[in-house]
């Protein structure tokens, strides 16, 4: 593969796994760490959020929000219960280099204890990654919220050997710390920045 086709396919993983936001708000970002093991991503990320639980909650499980955390995301919607009764979610995420544009879908389903646990499990038949699990865990931390949010994927598409897991740990703590601000937002019932 040529140094024009690796970056190009590095670039392509900046887009789509994340972009700049705003991050204009009050919510306090404690921590943010991001580990690659044997092509596993795994992000761990603790912030307090300037908001009520519940609806802080209510944000975490509507996927038809997720569009507005970050550009990536050009669809995102909740889908029908499965046959056991679980919440489905499906989410798109394009990003494009100059001419050249790719898509990444994740579709699975959530394990929800309400107003505390959320746990989103995409089914790797339906999605572009291999395993991919988040995690967000909320409780009250005087007038505001304690989100625990935890992120595992193994992407199914092809990531540059060297350069990839560099760009893919950056965008994943950039965004994440940057999505932190429009998801406190929302929660708050205003319009995040664009």
């Not at 991001?34 to 509507?62: F, K, M, N, P, W």
Request: hydrophobic fraction near 35%; charge should be negative; proline fraction near 6%.
């Amino acid at each position: 593969m040529t140094s024009a086709k690796k970056v190009l396919l590095t670039g392509l993983c900046v887009a789509m796994l994340g972009s700049p936001f705003d991050t204009a708000g009050s919510a306090e970002v404690r921590s943010v760490e991001v580990l690659v093991e044997d092509g596993r991503y795994h992000l761990t990320s603790e912030s307090v959020i300037d908001a009520d639980q519940d609806d802080l909650y209510a944000v975490l499980t509507d996927y038809e929000l997720f569009k507005k955390f970050s550009s990536a995301i050009v669809a995102s919607n909740n889908v029908e219960p499965d046959a056991t009764g679980r919440p489905q979610f499906y989410t798109r995420m394009q990003g494009c280099v100059l001419i050249y544009c790719h898509t990444f879908e994740r579709q699975g389903y959530l394990l929800l204890k309400p107003k505390y646990d959320i746990i989103a499990l995409s089914d790797p038949e339906k999605s572009d990654f291999k395993f991919s699990r988040e995690r967000w865990r909320l409780s009250s931390e005087g007038d505001s919220t304690l989100m625990i949010y935890e992120f595992e994927m193994e992407p199914r598409f092809w990531v540059p050997p060297f350069v990839g897991p560099y760009v893919i740990k950056y965008v994943l703590k950039s965004g994440s710390t940057r999505a932190v601000h429009r998801i406190e937002a929302l929660a708050r019932g205003e319009e995040p920045d664009p």
